[in-house]
């Protein structure tokens, strides 16, 4: 049985997964809170949205004032050179204080090398030694790999499925699409993320479940209508190379899984992860409406 941390002790083991990411991605991640930094910090999102600074993702004069309040911001370096980046600002709910992770960005150069990981595990060190035990942020939903990152390598929880959240976007890797999101709750203190960092969080079952979203022979979303304890909703192989190449399909997969995902998240279901092959797995618990 597993022996309940005290809360010094959660402290202290997040700020040793978090070096320990950091060297297993052959990385330095360092807070960022100097003029210099903060220039580079918007530079590198510029870079990987394809904007400019007059379209800033993340413009500079914002950054600085976001961290001068006493926000995150921090970026992963190799040899020098800036190779991603995570901001995120301070929140208040029945929690109390919580940290929203606005916005993590990976360069091209980083691909393959664990960067998110360790940003994320820094952000939960930096986290918990500031006394914040939740860290939440939004993602898009259709984007298997974020969502295998986000339930899996971070243990962390879907909260609430939101219809077109940003409204428009007109950055280079959103544009023409719907901005659907899905609301993620990262308890920082919990079993779940005590053992991703140590990457020992098992996938959950999909065996015997109900499948409500699915590719078919033409790659095109086929939606089922099932009433079943646990089901199961597809995700497209890779959607951000859809929107280049076929934007009406990808905009069908779109509302595929909002008809999906986003309704039996709102009709009470639970996900409980998500499964390498890129499906979400949805448990509905018996006594929600009880």
Aim: charged share 20%.
């Amino acid at each position: 049985m597993m022996r309940t941390l005290d809360a010094a002790e959660v402290v202290a083991r997040a700020g040793e997964q978090a070096l320990a990411a950091a060297d297993r991605a052959g990385a330095d991640i360092v807070s960022i809170d100097d003029p210099a930094g903060i220039r580079r910090v918007s530079a590198l999102f510029d870079e990987i949205w394809g904007t400019d600074p007059e379209s800033a993702i993340l413009p500079v004069g914002v950054l600085r004032a976001l961290v001068h309040a006493g926000n995150y911001a921090a970026a992963a370096f190799r040899g020098g050179d800036m190779v991603g980046a995570v901001v995120g600002f301070l929140g208040q709910d029945d929690w109390g204080p919580y940290l929203h992770s606005h916005i993590l960005g990976l360069s091209a150069r980083s691909q393959g090398g664990s960067i998110g990981f360790a940003l994320k595990q820094h952000q939960r060190a930096w986290s918990l030694a500031a006394g914040i035990r939740k860290v939440t942020w939004t993602f898009d939903p259709l984007v298997g790999r974020n969502a295998f990152f986000n339930l899996q390598k971070l243990g962390a929880s879907a909260g609430h499925y939101y219809e077109n959240f940003y409204g428009e976007m007109t950055d280079g890797i959103n544009a023409g699409d719907e901005s659907d999101r899905v609301l993620i709750v990262w308890d920082l203190g919990d079993e779940r993320s005590l053992r991703a960092a140590d990457g020992a969080l098992a996938e959950p079952e999909s065996n015997g479940s109900a499948l409500a979203l699915s590719e078919n022979g033409d790659g095109e979303p086929q939606v089922r209508s099932v009433d079943a304890p646990t089901v199961l909703c597809s995700t497209p192989k890779d959607v951000v190379a859809l929107r280049r190449t076929d934007p009406p399909r990808a905009l069908r997969w779109r509302h595929a899984l909002r008809e999906t995902l986003g309704a039996y998240m709102n009709d009470g279901y639970t996900v409980s992860g998500f499964t390498r092959s890129g499906l979400y797995v949805l448990d509905h618990d018996a006594h929600a409406d009880l």
